[in-house]
């Protein structure tokens, strides 16, 4: 008989699959992205929307509940290399927008002017342009007016980029760049727009007709009696063509998947939004997660007193946090030793009193019998275990009820 399949611990288990991993994915920048506070469907869609934009390093399908808080997600954020977490939490006045650097900060609050979701913005596009291979791999990010005076805006950008993973642009696949991520901050209003795209690239010089013809797509030649006519026919050039901008052309470096996009051969860039759009203010910059000291307000301003005086408080309240988790510690140590010495207490008394009944026994018997008993008819013994003695084999269905619907047995046919 084959023995049981052998146990393996969890810890052991969690570092053979860390260890399975390649190292491109350990190494990228991973995200949650959930939203918190009233319900709201709207939020809940534009959550999604997000998500797709951090693919594929990302909790696509994360379900979140309402019992569930920050440092739970927190808590599991080393186990899957969680970098990053983008939380919308919707209260009764506002839409704020909250990106957190696990496991200890910093953390930037933005407040959200305004909002479109991904499906309002292709529906509204003359050319939807939606394809699944756009989310294989992350977006190309664009940071635009992000080098004005402050600190706060280099944090702010720091922390956008960090979010996605770098790109090499010495090794980069150019096809693995499907999508692109704007961020535009502008100086002025103090707003952060976010835009997404994506990227197609169609070969340059080339007829509405024959590109047609190059892309695969079967033209309609029911009015044409040779191809020649349908290619040399006016009227089949595009607007687009028409008004295509000379700074998007481009000669690739490498083939670009798509027809007719070749190696140093001239194409161009188009870019096809496919949402969602954001429109955020950037409102704070904390230092911890969610705590510790403000780094960068909006509204409020402090001088170095102020700030000083901040400093010490929150000091002061870490020392008295670290200093009340000590003595829980000392003394969760202290009533584990305390109940182990009472423990070992109860078990001395009741092998004293077993002792004690056993030389009253032998007494007795040494009274009425008039000698001394076996040494082995009142002896204790300690190592006896408690548990009940295991039955024989053939007494443990003996007292089995019979069933009562048992069929009589056939008898055997005469010779």
Do not use: W
């Not at 009820?401 to 005469?414: I, R």
């Amino acid at each position: 008989m084959g023995g049981g399949k052998k146990k393996v611990h969890p810890k052991t288990r969690t570092a053979a699959f860390k260890a399975s991993e390649p190292s491109e994915i350990v190494e990228a920048p991973h995200s949650f992205v959930i939203h918190r506070g009233l319900s709201c469907p709207y939020i809940a869609d534009l959550t999604i929307d997000f998500r797709r934009i951090m693919e594929p390093f990302t909790a696509s399908n994360l379900r979140e509940k309402k019992i569930n808080r920050i440092k739970d997600f927190v808590s599991l954020s080393s186990f899957f290399h969680v970098s990053h977490m983008a939380v919308f939490n919707k209260a009764s006045t506002q839409l704020s927008f909250k990106v957190l650097r696990l496991p200890r900060g910093p953390s930037l609050t933005f407040k959200v002017h305004q909002f479109t979701l991904a499906r309002d913005v292709i529906s509204s596009s003359k050319k939807q342009m939606f394809d699944v291979d756009y989310f294989k791999h992350p977006p190309l990010v664009i940071m635009n007016n992000f080098s004005g005076e402050g600190k706060h805006l280099k944090l702010m950008a720091s922390t956008f980029q960090n979010m996605f993973p770098s790109i090499n642009l010495a090794q980069v696949n150019i096809d693995t760049i499907r999508r692109c991520l704007l961020f535009s901050y502008n100086s002025e209003t103090k707003l952060v727009d976010m835009r997404h795209y994506a990227v197609q690239v169609v070969p340059v010089g080339l007829k509405r007709a024959v590109q047609k013809i190059v892309s695969g797509n079967v033209p309609n030649l029911n009015k044409c009696e040779e191809v020649v006519d349908f290619i040399m026919k006016d009227g089949y050039t595009s607007e687009a063509d028409a008004d295509d901008d000379e700074q998007s052309h481009v000669v690739l470096p490498q083939t670009v998947k798509g027809k007719g996009n070749f190696e140093n051969h001239k194409s161009s860039v188009k870019l096809h939004e496919i949402g969602p759009r954001l429109t955020m203010q950037l409102m704070k910059i904390e230092e911890g997660l969610l705590t510790g000291e403000v780094l960068y307000h909006d509204h409020v301003v402090k001088t170095e007193e102020e700030k000083e005086a901040l400093r010490k408080l929150i000091e002061k309240k870490r020392k008295l946090k670290e200093l009340r988790k000590k003595q829980q510690n000392e003394n969760r140590e202290r009533n584990l030793k305390l109940k182990k010495e009472q423990n070992r207490e109860v078990r001395r008394k009741e092998t004293e009193e077993n002792a004690s009944d056993a030389d009253d026994d032998a007494q007795y018997y040494k009274d009425e019998v008039g000698e001394e008993p076996d040494e082995e008819l009142f002896k204790l013994d300690n190592t006896a275990s408690r548990k009940r003695p295991k039955l024989p084999a053939g007494m443990k269905h003996k007292n089995k009820k019979l069933k009562l619907n048992q069929k009589p047995l056939k008898k055997s046919k005469e010779k």
